[in-house]
């Protein structure tokens, strides 16, 4: 697995590259003879950024270190994958096939490349788009060397500290410092790349797509975007090389959505409003999601957070679902399935945060559920009640008419409680750290 020119090419021939070298290495046996191997993987959810970042990181490392080969992970089983039509739709337009990358699942990764051996010391792990490792590898928090992250720091893996430059957390007074993980590697690329050098075109075409997306084009009302994001897309336009991916075939848009997003012709960069309104509609397709089951809708952006001490709520889950949140409250089958998928899950709280618009103004909305029903009595109560959640501006909803099952099951023991969210710049970024805070001060119920 040495260097080759593959290895610093373009972004598609980098990640053909890695996928190839690692899955020849894994069938050969010889993981004895392996290389300094830098693992660089997303969070559990493996949204667009975590994706995204993740290989464009590998492929920016690959440039400033070739003495070790990094080997990006999309952190959600091969077969979610087409769940996350934005992330797919990127890939496609930037010349990149889905089906060359390495997943979670793949045998090559959970029997070689995600496994703990003291002494394969030449294996370390990058967390991207988040900064604790998922529980369940949670026997390989020892390999964590790097942090790239834009959440609230967890102040796991102490070992990988901020003096050593590896711990590159952007969240500062409870508030990310940039949009998206996308805009940390593009910073990094700029970094590592002289600034007359043209940037590779499916590369920047992957990181501008996911920070238009995750500072929703800079949109004020949606309050995501930083002036760091700013600068990043901007830099993005102004120093990639829109030529060096002109001769892709994407599949998944027609030939007037090509024109449209870059209307002065491939080689020239991309119209950012376009691109934004292309990659969010499908992302946001209200066909899309009205197909999707109850339990789809839940998985496809889940992440659980783990609460520290000696609380009585040692776990919260949290789904965030880009649907109104009377349209998931409406589908077949919403409370069993619901339930079926907290108690999988096995936490202590379920969160579930809606987002959609209206009239380009995003409207938020918060679920809460649990098998305790004084849990969730808990948390209805901090929300609505404490100043610690009062920026969320939170008040609760009758939603009884929806839940038409609800008399199927004891509401004993599935108890479910829904408000609006005044204040729509509140995702699971700033409702997770609120929540995790008030779980970590009940001791008893």
């Not at 959600?76 to 890939?91: E, G, Q, T």
């Not at 918060?366 to 029903?373: E, N, R, W």
Request: aromatic share 6%; with cysteine.
């Amino acid at each position: 697995m040495s260097s080759s020119n593959e290895q610093h090419g373009t972004f598609a021939n980098f990640l053909a590259y890695v996928q190839n070298t690692v899955s020849s290495h894994f069938e050969e046996g010889s993981a004895s003879r392996s290389p300094c191997i830098q693992m660089i993987m997303g969070n559990e959810a493996g949204d667009a950024d975590s994706i995204i970042s993740a290989l464009g990181l590998a492929h920016v490392n690959s440039m400033i270190n070739s003495s070790q080969v990094s080997v990006p992970i999309i952190s959600i089983p091969r077969a979610d994958m087409s769940l996350r039509r934005d992330a797919v739709l990127i890939l496609d337009l930037a010349g990149i096939d889905v089906t060359k990358l390495l997943f979670i699942d793949d045998d090559c990764v959970t029997s070689y490349l995600l496994t703990h051996d003291p002494s394969q010391e030449q294996k370390s792990i990058t967390l991207v788009d988040h900064n604790r490792m998922r529980a369940s590898l949670a026997n390989l928090s020892s390999m964590v060397s790097e942090i790239v992250d834009h959440h609230e720091d967890e102040n796991s893996h102490e070992h990988v500290t901020i003096d050593s430059g590896k711990r590159i957390v952007a969240f500062d007074n409870g508030f990310a410092t940039v949009a998206s993980t996308c805009t940390l590697v593009a910073e990094r690329l700029f970094e590592a790349v002289d600034p007359t050098t043209k940037i590779d075109g499916g590369l920047g075409l992957a990181l501008l797509g996911v920070i238009l997306l995750d500072s929703v084009n800079m949109l004020p009302e949606a309050g995501k975007g930083t002036y760091r994001d700013e600068h990043a897309i901007n830099s993005l336009l102004a120093r990639t090389d829109w030529s060096t991916c002109a001769n892709t075939f994407p599949s998944l848009v027609d030939s007037n959505t090509l024109e449209d997003i870059f209307p002065q012709g491939r080689t020239n960069a991309p119209d950012r409003k376009n691109l934004f309104d292309v990659l969010s509609n499908s992302k946001f397709d209200p066909n899309f999601w009205a197909q999707m089951s109850v339990t789809d809708c839940l998985r496809i952006d889940y992440k659980k957070f783990v609460v520290p001490g000696q609380s009585v709520v040692p776990s919260i889950g949290l789904s965030s679902v880009l649907l109104g949140m009377d349209n998931l409250l409406a589908k077949d089958n919403f409370t069993e399935e619901l339930l079926a998928y907290v108690s999988s899950e096995n936490v202590d709280l379920f969160g579930v945060l809606t987002l959609e618009f209206k009239d380009d103004r995003p409207q938020r909305e918060l679920l809460i559920a649990g098998l305790k029903s004084e849990v969730v009595d808990s948390f209805a109560n901090f929300l609505t009640k404490h100043h610690d959640a009062a920026n969320l501006e939170v008040v609760e909803r009758n939603v009884e008419c929806f839940l038409t099952e609800a008399g199927k099951i004891d509401s004993t023991k599935f108890s479910i409680r829904v408000f609006c969210q005044g204040n729509s710049k509140g995702s699971r970024k700033q409702v997770a750290p609120i929540l995790v805070a008030h779980a970590s001060t009940i001791s008893k119920l």
